[in-house]
């Protein structure tokens, strides 16, 4: 986390994930699991 | 992937806060998603060799070893989290409850794929668990683990109430 100017910040983070993109995707979309 | 995220509070509240909550749930978020996708991804990897199998036929695509290795998430515990925070003044966790569970609607509130997001009218309006939803939600995307959704609970109730 860090200030990008201003009332602005900048959060970096990334992770490998061992599944193709759609699968990703899939995951990401399905609003009603999310609480799951 | 990234995401632009304009939140406009009606309230002071102080940035710090934000920053440390959304500093340490993203990793948490983006490592369940990571052990989500794997585990579906290995649950189709082995319906399509038990189908092939069934079928007699020789699976073609490449072997992918999924051990685990990012999933995370159960490995989370209440102690993780207070460690996060070891000179906070927070009280402690309070159990999750099933209205906060049911409360994490993001039913409703989901964005539309065709269209911009338009986060900044929900956050930082309530001054309750609602909060709560909205700032995980806000850290979305991800999956808030109970736990760490009663901590930010507990913390947002002493930065605004307290």
């Known amino acids: 986390m860090k200030e990008n100017g201003g009332v602005h910040r900048c959060v970096i983070a990334s992770i490998t994930v061992k599944a193709p993109v759609r699968e990703v995707w899939n995951v990401l979309t399905a609003y009603e699991s999310l609480p799951e | ?3 632009e995220v304009n939140v406009m509070p009606r309230y002071n509240f102080p940035a710090i806060f934000l920053e ?3 500093g340490s749930d993203l990793p948490v978020n983006l490592q369940a998603l990571a052990c989500r996708a794997e585990r579906d991804f ?3 990897q082995k ?5 092939s199998e069934t079928s007699m ?3 073609t695509s490449p072997s992918v070893s999924l051990d685990g290795a990012f999933c995370e998430k159960d490995k989370l515990t209440t102690g993780d989290l207070k460690e996060s925070y070891p000179s906070s ?3 402690p966790m309070p159990p999750p409850s099933n209205d906060l569970n ?7 509130k989901a964005c539309r794929l065709e269209r911009r997001c338009m986060v900044d009218e929900v956050h930082l309006r309530r001054f309750d668990g609602q909060l709560v939803t909205d700032l995980l939600w806000l850290l979305s995307p991800g999956f808030p683990l109970p736990e760490r959704a009663a901590f930010v609970l507990a913390v947002a109730d002493k930065v605004i109430l307290g």
């Open chain 2, 1 to 3: 992937m990234s995401y």
């Open chain 2, 20 to 22: 440390r909550i959304i």
């Open chain 2, 42 to 44: 290995e649950g189709d």
């Open chain 2, 47 to 51: 319906a399509g060799i038990t189908e």
């Open chain 2, 57 to 59: 036929t020789v699976p």
């Open chain 2, 89 to 91: 003044t927070f009280s």
């Open chain 2, 102 to 108: 049911n409360s994490w609607g993001m039913l409703g």
